[in-house]
């Protein structure tokens, strides 16, 4: 798996709707649900007039929720925005994928920016980061996404078949759930990062290529980019709720929901967590793998000394005994070559003898 990759995104003036993002030939499709406790309805790839057309017979105290795939469309954009009475620069930050995750809340509307991690694949070479935008109205929540995921699947499926409790809570916690799932997908892509370092750790212990700390520098980079997607979140997270606690007038966020946040915070900083645990194994596996390769080099200078001191005393001998002079008698002794193999074999021995008593070796 390779490292996180954040699109590469050109700032755009402010006010400006102008796609520029990654998926420009995603097929546009809108998706609705309309529930309450009692009941549901969820419809698939209508126009913008058939939705009208739907809220207009739908219980207005029902929860609807509208999510829209692609947003390379900018006319559509701007009729939904007219639409919803969305704020045009609103609607321009729902483009903006430079910016970090954010929450502004105005007077009746809540928005949201969020980094999400997409589904990772054996196919993948890169863990994608997408910007997914939510709009919180009263009992209306908009979801904009660049183009279709598994996200929120989980939440569609507690809809329809009435599992848990957001069929029977507002809009605000139907919010709580959407980012709850997105959360997910960052423990899950931890999930996978964590066991590719499980493996690179035991081959850091066992081999000694260079191809290892290559892995292990790109794997910390992947933590990082991800660490860099959930810090943002939790300071949104946080000031959300402190917010909550200071405003005295209606919160667009029920008080019921917004003790749900806190979880979302919690989570956070758990993923926060486990990133730093990571990373710290990381840092353990890139030190024992300098420190091995330390280690094998001294062993390997050990025995290159050792050999040297063997050889140093001989290379002596022979050198000397290299010189042809006329008056060195052991020239003309029939048994000098003897003896002097025999003195340089004793003095090897000694030498080994010497080295292994003081257990240098």
Partial sequence: MGRVKYKKIRKLQPNSLEYSGAFPEVPISMQLFVYDED?????????LSEIEEVLKKSNPNAIKWFNLHGLHDIDLLKEVGSFFAIENYIMAE???????????????????SVKAILPYTVDDVYVNVEQISFILKENILLSFQEKKGDFFNL?????????????????????????????????????????NVEK?????????????????????QELNDIKRAVIPLRE????????????????????????????????????????????????SATNYFFSSQSNRMNEIMKVLTIVSV?????????????????NMPELKDPNGYYFTLLAMLVIVILMIGYIKWRKWF
Avoid at 39 to 47: K, T
Avoid at 106 to 112: A, I, K, Q, S
Avoid at 165 to 182: E, T
């Fill in 94 to 112: 729902i483009l903006n994928f430079a910016r970090r995750t954010r929450v502004e809340e105005l007077d009746e509307t809540m928005f949201f």
């Fill in 155 to 195: 939440i569609r499926e507690r809809i329809r078949l009435k599992i848990g409790q957001v069929r029977k809570r507002d809009a605000g916690y139907l919010l709580y759930g959407l980012m709850d799932s997105l959360m997910d997908s960052f423990l899950v892509t931890l999930d996978m990062v964590e066991d």
């Fill in 39 to 47: 009941s549901f309805e969820e419809y698939n790839d209508l126009s």
């Fill in 236 to 283: 949104v997270l946080y000031n959300l709720r402190t917010q909550h606690e200071k405003s005295s007038g209606k919160a667009i966020i029920s008080r019921s929901s917004i003790a749900f946040f806190e979880r979302l915070q919690y989570k956070s900083n758990e993923i926060l967590d486990q990133i730093e645990y990571n990373l710290n194994k990381l840092d």
């Fill in 310 to 326: 063997i050889f140093i005393p001989l290379t002596f001998i022979v050198g000397v005994y290299g010189m042809n002079f006329e």
């Fill in 200 to 220: 690179v750790l035991v081959e850091a212990r066992v081999q000694y290529q260079k191809e290892i700390i290559i892995r292990i520098e790109e794997y910390t």
